[in-house]
């Protein structure tokens, strides 16, 4: 009796033990959830590098990562034609298919959407430039991004493509692989970075399907009022629409020939820009009221919409590309893709403007860039 005692006394301790150690292996239950953001904590080439000569990069994240991610959110410019994508765990790495170009800058960027396998993303888009000569090229084009109400565009792309002897001219762009690309922030800000020196096509547009790719048909795209923008210009500025590839469109009401409420408001403010002429409108939700500024003798552009309904409106303002005095029905141009044509200069007033029964809001005033 007393060995089988000792045996159930054995078989009890020994479950007790195995008990224990499988308890030690277990996560602790409970605790604050890891809500740091993607981080990227190592790269090869380091930034910023300089006569790099591997063909692969190499990437660390603080958290894991898939495949399937990277390949919806990675982008080299300018292209190095096909690669692989290998991950293991926190760990990427892209290998080319071919040797990467001579005396080159090459920026490797992740979208802000790129989400590790607990869907944490970037606080930003990463953005990792070196080159394969002895010059790491740091020319920049920054602007801002702005949707058809005139609230920032956030995560809007925007995308240059390199002027050249061989694609200059009205080549068509949506036929092309963009030089390089960036993503605006949560204000609508871009600024495209490590660009070579020179002139370049730019175009903004919501990527709804995610392929980094311009659709004219379906998607939102804004252009500036510059065809041809030189590295080192900042003021660009790009309204997105569904017809910015056509001239706008939008429901008008002329002010004048609209019966306004019994008891209207007053906006007034100063136009800047060097045209003779500005056109400016004010929208509600419910309609657009137009009115034409035109320089005086003392050269100030001054308008006034002496009788405007109660409500909220956005005040936007153009600058007519012809230089002739617009009608009362002229429209915005925003421009078009194909055949490639700027936007007309074009500027807005950053705030929302409450009208008021008998009360006049005055100094809604509007800077335009002039047409370059």
């Known amino acids: 009796m007393q060995t089988a005692s000792r045996i159930t006394n054995f078989f009890l301790i020994a479950l007790l033990w195995l008990a224990s150690g499988c308890a030690s292996d277990r996560p602790p239950s409970g605790g604050p959830v890891d809500a740091t953001p993607l ?33 919806n959110t990675i982008t080299i410019s300018p292209s190095i034609g096909d690669y692989d994508i290998a991950v293991s765990g926190r760990k990427m790495e892209i290998k080319g298919f071919k040797p990467l170009e001579q005396e080159r800058t090459y920026i490797l960027t992740l979208d802000q959407k790129l989400m590790d396998n607990n869907g944490r993303t970037f606080a930003v888009p990463y953005t990792m430039a070196f080159s394969t000569g002895a010059i790491l090229d740091n020319e920049a084009i920054s602007g801002t991004v702005i949707d058809k109400e005139c609230a920032p565009a956030k995560n809007a792309l925007v995308v240059a493509y390199a002027e050249r002897p061989e694609n200059s001219g009205t080549g068509n762009l949506l036929l092309r692989e963009p030089d390089y690309w960036v993503q605006a922030d949560g204000a609508g800000a871009f600024s495209l970075q490590h660009l070579a020196k020179g002139l370049y096509r730019i175009v903004a547009f919501h990527d709804q399907n995610g392929n980094r790719r311009i659709d004219a048909a379906t998607e939102e795209i ?68 137009r009115t034409t500024a035109s320089r005086e003798r003392n050269g100030s552009l001054h308008y006034s919409f002496p009788a405007l309904p109660p409500g ?45 029964p008998q009360w006049t809001t005055e100094h809604i005033d509007i800077r335009i860039t002039a047409l370059k």
């Not at 409420?261 to 509600?284: D, K, L």
């Not at 005095?325 to 929302?352: H, L, M, T, V």
């Open 39 to 71: 981080q990227v904590l190592f790269s090869d080439p380091a930034p910023s590098a300089i006569h790099v000569s591997t063909e692969r990069i190499q990437l660390t994240f603080n958290h894991d990562i898939s495949v399937r991610q990277l390949l």
């Open 312 to 356: 909220i409106y956005t005040i936007t303002a153009f600058t007519p590309s012809d230089g002739k005095k617009p009608d009362a029905e002229r429209q915005w141009n925003s421009g078009s893709i194909e055949p490639f044509q700027p936007a007309e200069p074009f500027g807005f007033y950053p705030e929302k403007v409450t009208v008021r």
């Open 222 to 289: 804004g252009l500036c009022s510059r065809a041809i923008v030189s590295t080192g210009s900042s003021d660009l500025l790009f309204r997105l629409s569904k017809t910015s590839h056509k001239s706008e469109n939008p429901p008008f009401s002329q002010t004048g020939k609209v019966t306004a409420p019994a008891e209207t408001g007053t906006i007034s403010g100063s136009c800047f820009t060097s045209g003779q002429y500005v056109v400016v409108e004010a929208s509600s939700l419910t309609a657009s009221y």
